[in-house]
């Protein structure tokens, strides 16, 4: 039988902290659910003494994600790891993830410790996470560019301690594949205790070698893989979790192993993580990127047509891709549409499902079908059940290239008034985000991002709906929206009133916790 690979994903926490990439409470809780459907071991919920948000978010994710492992990172800290408790303990689950770096540079320029002070260090965190959870893990960061004598005593003394798994990050993306397999070989022959914890690994993009590396230690014997969808994570990201969980689906006779992830449901859970950062993967990513699975070449095309094996490996159903074929139009029923919605990897409440039938049925007014696409551009652009402070009720702009472009907007407040601006700026979009500003009240906010996609264009261009994400920010911290529209600036001002929304909601709700 092939051997077992734990797959603990850290989308929550490393992916987060890519830059821009932060996310709101319940953009967290959605993609933690997907990360549960999709059959992930263990969710890295965040870290929970970053800050009250993250130790709220933890915290929900812990008490509403069943199923699966829920761990909050901490350093080797005592108020760190007693956060991390605090925040999972009402998991199902729950695992507290304490680090320590071990490698010289580390340890001398960041931590001014000693190696013995380490190494007395990790023990006694080790131990002391221990007494409050039955599940710790112990992680030692930049293990790539440590000295394994040392490595090797700190992983007897944490496993003594009472750690059940023992991550080897390779938190720089330094290594390469032959040698990070033969780190992992040489920790199994050279820890006394090993064969009682886990070994994890943990592996960066720096070089582009993440997925490589991490699946080169887990053919040497590493029982767990840590991961990100869409590669998301500091710099230049982590493993990408679809990378791999693909690399031994499709090719298990080679590796030998096998997880527990269902790879029917990698779209789904990819695209639940773009909507929640508001980053895309590029066209070319491997196995999520939208044109993984397009063939362009008449040659290609051909072969693919007489059979697919030809130029497909792996085929898109494998990872949940939705085909594209069947579309829905305006005499489509409630019925089809949740089915269809069902199919594509979108399970919505009764609520929200009235919300979108509602948004279908307007759009299948404006466009003669509906296709996939379009409904997932729906659902990345629908309110992700954050209330509504503000909404669009209707807006006129007057723009062109020899006028200055001016533009009307009016938005429905919570208690129901309608409040309208008028406002100039360079070109439509920036007016009516400077007259969304005005009734808002939102000067002190920046865009710090935006981008805007077509999707489901015909040739002609007819059809088509603008898909928005933009990043806003204030005060240092950032809140994402997107919105779709068949017209731009509409989708635009949708995007920018969800981010609004999300922060408006994300700041009362600390103002009431005081
Ligand atoms: O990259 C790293 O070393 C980490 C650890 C905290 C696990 O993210
Ligand atoms: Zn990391």
């Known amino acids: 039988m ?27 809780l959605d993609v933690a659910e997907s990360l549960a459907r999709l059959g992930v071991d263990i969710i890295e919920a965040g870290f ?16 509403n994600i069943k199923g699966v492992t829920v761990a909050s990172l901490s350093r080797a800290l005592e108020k760190d790891i007693d956060a991390a408790w605090n925040a999972i303990r009402d998991a199902e689950s729950p695992r507290i993830h304490t ?56 992983i007897e003394g944490v496993i003594n301690a009472g750690a059940s798994t023992v991550n080897i990050p390779d938190t720089v993306g330094y290594a390469v594949p ?35 590396n991490s699946l080169a230690a887990a053919m040497a014997g590493a ?14 990201g982590n493993a990408a979790l679809e990378e791999i969980v693909m690399n031994l689906f499709t090719r298990k006779e080679y590796y030998g192993m096998a997880c527990r992830v269902d790879t029917t449901q990698i779209w789904q859970a990819s695209k639940r993580v773009s909507k929640a950062t508001g980053v895309r993967s590029q066209p070319n990513k491997a196995i999520v990127g939208e044109n993984a699975f397009a063939h362009e070449s008449g040659i290609h095309q051909h072969g693919v047509l007489a059979n697919r094996a030809t130029y497909e490996i792996m085929t898109p159903e494998s990872i949940g891709l939705p085909h594209n074929k069947m579309v829905l139009g305006k005499h489509s029923g409630r019925h089809a549409f949740e089915e269809r919605l069902a199919y594509l990897g979108h399970r919505v409440t ?15 007014d404006k466009k003669k079908t509906v296709s996939d696409r379009d409904i997932d551009a729906m659902i990345s652009g629908s309110s992700s059940g954050v209330p509504e402070a503000y909404k669009l009720d209707r807006f006129v702009v007057n723009s062109g290239s020899s006028i200055t472009a001016t533009s009307v907007v009016r ?20 007016a009516s985000l400077n007259a969304v500003d005005k ?11 935006f981008s805007l996609q077509i999707v489901d264009a015909t040739d002609t261009g007819a059809d088509a709906q603008g898909e928005s994400h933009v990043r806003i920010g204030r005060d240092g911290r950032t809140w994402n929206g997107s919105g779709v529209s068949t017209d731009i600036v509409e989708s635009v001002l949708k995007a920018y009133l969800s981010a609004v929304n999300a922060m408006t909601y994300e700041l009362e709700q600390e103002r009431t916790r005081g």
């Open 223 to 236: 029982d767990q893989i840590e991961c990100t969808m869409n590669g998301l994570g500091e710099r230049a």
């Open 99 to 154: 680090f320590l770096a071990t490698s010289p540079l580390h340890m001398e320029f960041k931590l001014k410790k000693t190696p013995e002070q380490v190494y007395e260090q990790a023990v006694a965190m080790v131990k002391y996470a221990r007494n409050l959870c039955g599940d710790v893990e112990f992680s030692l960061e930049d293990a790539s560019r440590s000295d394994p004598a040392f490595m090797y005593r700190v």
């Open 178 to 212: 032959e040698e990070f397999g033969a780190l992992i070989r040489n920790i199994r022959s050279n820890v006394p205790n090993i064969d009682k914890a886990v070994i994890s690994v943990h592996c960066h993009n720096d070089l582009g070698l993440g997925v490589a």
């Open 2 to 28: 092939a051997r077992q690979i734990k797959i603990f994903d850290t989308t929550l926490r490393d992916g987060e902290q890519s830059p821009g990439c932060s996310m709101n409470l319940q953009d967290k």
């Open 350 to 364: 009764e609520e929200r499902l009235n919300a979108l039938f509602d948004e279908f049925k307007a759009l299948a």
């Open 48 to 63: 929970a003494i970053a800050s009250p948000g993250d130790f709220q978010s933890v915290q929900a994710i812990a008490r």
């Open 411 to 430: 938005l429905v407040t919570r208690d129901g008034s309608k409040v309208e601006r008028v406002s100039i700026g360079d070109g439509p979009v920036d």
């Open 439 to 449: 009734i808002i009240g939102g000067s002190e906010i920046k865009l710090e991002d």
